[in-house]
C-alpha cells in the first residue's frame, strides 16, 4: 500500500473539527419566541426515513404557527445510499440522524425515532413486516405518541401500495393504528409504553395528489420578522439531506401545502369544510385552565396578560424593557405549574393547595396537555426572558477530547479544566449563581453569587472529572435479528437524547429575581485561518484508540499472499504514552514482527506497519489488534463522522478485522483503471485481489492516456455524482472501441438523463426495477460466456450470503445488442434480465452492471469478488 494510499485509509478517523451553525438570534429569535408563548396546539408527523418529511407543512407549523411540531422517523436511513462519502448502514444511520437534527435546528420542530432498522428498499408492506416485528415498530409509535401527545396526527404516506416503498406504506399505516390505539390501555399497559393519548384528528399529506385534499395551507407566507417565507425555512431545512442529494431552491412566492383529513373525533363531519387544521379543536387556554381552582386560573390569567403586555411592550431594538414583564409571567407560570409539583397533573378536586386537593391517580387527557401547555409556556419565556436581557454563556476546555481507561472506563487524569463565562449585553444586572457540567462529576472551582453588570462578564473555573462519549445512543445494544436496534426508547426526543449524551454546562442565573438555567456544550474552541471561529463539543474518548484501515477485507484463499497491514494507534491523553501493539493472525499468516513498541507524545498518533505473509484457507477469518499500555489494554477502534453540516460522531468498535478469504482466480495481465462512484469501495476491493488498478480522475480523462489499462471501472452513480465525467464519456465509449473492456456500473434510476452516455438504448420505468431479496433465485442465461466463465466460473454459490438487495435501477427494455447474461426477480413479480449486460463496441466491449456490488464488495460476499475478476478480464466478446 502506498503512503497516499496509507493516509486515504485513515483520514475518517483524523480529528477533523468545524464550527456548528447557529439557530435565529437577536431580535428575530426574540419576536418569534414572544409569539408562540401560550400556544397549545401540538402535532405529531410520521413518515419512514429521515428524508421523507414534508418540512414546508413542519416549518408553517413550527415557524409560522408556534405550534409544538415533532417528526417520527420509523428508521434512521442506514439502507439508503450516500452521496457524500463511503459510509453505509449503521454509519450512514449515524449520519441521517444528525442530519434530521440539523434540520430541525433549522425548522423549529423536534425529532423522534423508532428502533426500526433501515434494511434497504422494500417493494411492500408484507416483507417489511418480515423484517420488523409489527407489535415492536408499533408499540414505539404508541410511546412516542403518549409522550409527546398531539391533538393531530399527520402520516406522510398514505399506507398504500401506491406509496411505492414498503418501509413507506408500513409508516403510512402504524401512524393510523398508533392514532386509533394510543388510548388503549389494555394493549399498550400504562407501565410499559406511559400514560395513555388520543389525538383528536389524523391527516394524510396530499403533497403528490393535491386533488385529493380537503385542506391547503400556504407554506410560502412570508414571514417579515424571521426575513423569508416559511417554505424558504423548510427548502434550508431540507437541504440538510445532502447525503441523499436533497438540496432544494428556495423559492419564493406563494407554495401550497396539501392535506387530507383522514379520521377526525372533532370538528365538522364534511372534511372539505374545514378551515383549519385544529377545527373543532379548542387550542385555547379555556379548556385547559377550567382544569385548575379558581386561585389559579387567577393567577394563570394573569400570566398570559403579562405575556400579552410583553408582545404589546416589546421594541427590536430596545429588548430590555420586556425583561421585568417576562420575569412576572414565569412567576406566574410556575405558581401555576408547581401546584402538581412534577409531572403531568392528575385531575385536581377540592381548593388548591388542601391535603386533598390532587389524588395520587392515573392522569386523565385534560390535565396532561394542561401540563404540557404549561411546560411549553414556561421552557419559551424563559427563552425568550434570557433573549431578552442579553444573556450569552459560554464554556469552553483546552482539549476536545478527555481521555478514558478502557479497562475501567474512568478518567486517568485528574481533571479537564472548563471556563464557564457569562456575558451580560443586556441593560440591567444578572446573577451567575452557580455551574455545572450536567450530569458528570464536577470539582468545584470559585463559587458562584457572582453580580454581572450591563456590557461585562463573569468567569467561573471549573474542573471536570468526567465527560461522556459522542457515541450514538441506540447503537449500545447492538440490533436484534439485525432489523432492530435494542435499546428502549423512552419519552425523550432525540434531541434530549443528545443532550443527555453530551458534555453539557447548566449556568443557573437570577434575571429579574427570577432563577433560570442554561445549558451550553462544552467545546474546545480554536480560530482556523480559512474557515474561522471552530467550536468542537468535548467528548470522552478511550486513552488509546486502534484502528485497522477497515472492518472486512478480500484476501485470496489457496495461494501465498503478502500483505501489509497498517495499524493506526492515536493516544488522547496529555503526555508521553508508551504503547506495544501486538497482532492475533489468523492460522496460515505471520507477520514479520508480531509486537511493535511506540512511546506516543500528548495526542499523539502514528501508523505501525505489520508485513503478513503465508496462505490461508477459505472462509471469514478474523485478525484482531491489541494495544498494551500503562497495564491496561485498548481494543477499542473509533471511526469519526465529520461532516460540516453536521455535528461530529464517533463510531466505536473492536480494534480488528475480518479478511473474506476467496478461492478467486485473477485475469492475466489485468491493468484497471477506476473512475470512483459514490459511496464506492471496488477500488479498494480490486486492491485487497491483488488486482493492478489505478484511479483516474474524470476532469483528467482528455489528458489520461487509457491505453495502457486493458479495462476501466465507472463505480455506481458516478455520471450522477460528476459532470466531468458526462462531458467526457465519449473517450471512455473511444476506449472500448479500441479494444478495451469498459465496466459501467448502475446509475440512479434512468442513465438516459446523461445524453449519449451508454452506446445502445436502455429504457427504464418510471420506477426502476429492482431485485430486493438478497436471496432471490439468479438463473444464468449464457453460462458460457467470458464474463461467468473467465477466470471463474460463476455458480449457484456464487449467489449465497448477498446482502440487502441483488440489484438495483434494472433497465426495463433492453436494446437487442445487448447480451443478457443473468435473469432473476423478486417472488410474484415478472423476471428481469438486466441485472448484467454485454454488448460489442468496436474491438472492444461495454458492460453495463445493476448488480449491488457497491453493498457486496463491502461485504467481503465472495461471489461478488469473483465476479468483479471475471469483469475487468479482457478478453473479446463472445456471442
Known sequence: MSAAALAAAFVASAPVLHSQGTPDRGAAALGSTLAGIGTAARVLTVAAHPDDEDTPVIAWLAKGRHVETAYLSLTRGDGGQNLIGNELGEALGAIRTQELLSARRIDGATQYFTRAYDFGFSKNAEETYQHWPKDTILGDVVRVVRAFRPHVVIGFFSGTPRDGHGHHQVSGLLAREAYDLAGDTVRFPVKDFGLPWTPQKFYRSARQFPDSASLRVNTGEYDALLGRSYFEIAAESRSQHKSQGFGVLRRKGVMWGYLSREASRVGPADARTERSLFDGIDTTWAPLRAQLGVPMQAVLDSALMSVREARATYRADAPSAVVPI???????????????????????????????????????????????????????????????????????????????????????????????????????????????????????????????????????NRWAVAFVSNSPWWRVYGRKQQDWFQAPIDARNEGQQEEQRASIVQARLEIAGQSVSVNTPVVYRYADPIKGDMQVPVSAVPGIIINLASTME?????????????????????????????????????????????????????ILQFRVRGTVKEGLQQL??????????????????????????????????????????????????????????????????????????PSLLTSTNLSRYTSIIVGPRAYEANESLVRNN??????????????????????????????????????????????????????????????????????????????????????????????????????????????????????????????????????????????????????
Open 624 to 697: 484482531v489488534a491489541l494495544a498494551l499500555h500503562d497495564g491496561a489494554m485498548s481494543t477499542s477502534g473509533a471511526y469519526l463522522i465529520d461532516y460540516a453540516h453536521i455535528t461530529p460522531v464517533r463510531l466505536y468498535g473492536a480494534s480488528g478485522m475480518y479478511l473474506s478469504a476467496v478461492n478467486v482466480k485473477l485475469p492475466p495481465r489485468a491493468r484497471v483503471g477506476y473512475i470512483a462512484g459514490v459511496g464506492d469501495k471496488g477500488m479498494e476491493a480490486l486492491e485487497q485481489l491483488d488486482i493492478a488498478v489505478e484511479k483516474i480522475e
Open 326 to 460: 417576562l420575569a412576572q409571567a414565569l412567576r406566574q407560570f410556575r405558581t401555576v405549574r408547581a401546584t402538581w409539583r412534577s409531572g403531568p397533573p392528575l385531575l385536581i378536586t377540592g381548593r388548591v393547595g388542601s391535603p386533598s386537593s390532587v389524588a395520587r391517580r392515573p392522569v386523565d387527557a385534560a390535565p396532561a396537555a394542561l401540563w404540557d401547555a404549561l411546560s411549553t409556556a414556561e421552557e419559551r419565556t424563559v427563552h425568550a426572558l434570557v433573549l431578552a436581557a442579553g444573556v450569552v454563556v459560554e464554556a469552553t476546555a483546552p482539549r476536545a477530547t478527555f481521555p478514558v481507561r478502557e479497562a475501567v472506563k474512568q478518567a486517568v487524569n485528574d481533571s479537564l479544566p472548563v471556563t464557564v463565562t457569562v456575558f451580560n449585553r443586556g441593560a440591567a444586572p444578572v446573577m451567575l449563581r452557580n455551574a455545572s457540567v450536567v450530569g458528570l462529576g464536577m470539582r468545584q472551582g470559585e463559587t458562584g453569587d457572582l453580580i454581572v453588570a450591563p456590557d461585562s462578564a463573569a468567569t467561573l
Open 730 to 879: 465519449a473517450r471512455l465509449l473511444d476506449f472500448a472501441k479500441q479494444g478495451g473492456t469498459l465496466v459501467v456500473q448502475y446509475g440512479a434510476q434512468n442513465m438516459n438523463q446523461f445524453p449519449g452516455v451508454v452506446p445502445y438504448p436502455l429504457q427504464w420505468a418510471p420506477r426502476a426495477e429492482r431485485v430486493t431479496m438478497e436471496g432471490a433465485p439468479v438463473t444464468i442465461l449464457q453460462p458460457a460466456n467470458p464474463l461467468l466463465t473467465t477466470p471463474n466460473r460463476i455458480g449457484p454459490a456464487d449467489w449465497d450470503a448477498w446482502v440487502q438487495e441483488r440489484a438495483t435501477y434494472m433497465p426495463s427494455t433492453i436494446d437487442r445488442r445487448y447480451l443478457r447474461l443473468l435473469r432473476m426477480n423478486d417472488p410474484d413479480e415478472p423476471v428481469n434480465d438486466g441485472g448484467l449486460l454485454v454488448a460489442p463496441l468496436g474491438k472492444g466491449r461495454y458492460v453495463y452492471v445493476t448488480l449491488a456490488l457497491f453493498r457486496q464488495l463491502p461485504a467481503g460476499v465472495p461471489g461478488a469478488a469473483r465476479l468483479i475478476a471475471n469483469l475487468v478480464g479482457s478478453l473479446p466478446v463472445v456471442q
Open 554 to 606: 478480500y484476501i485470496r484463499a489457496g495461494v501465498p499472499v503478502e500483505r501489509i497491514i497498517p495499524v493506526r494507534i492515536q493516544s488522547s491523553y496529555p503526555h508521553e504514552t508508551k504503547v506495544t501493539v501486538n497482532l492475533e493472525l489468523p492460522a496460515g499468516l505471520k507477520a514479520d514482527s508480531l509486537e511493535r513498541t511506540r512511546t506516543l507524545g500528548p495526542d499523539g498518533s502514528t
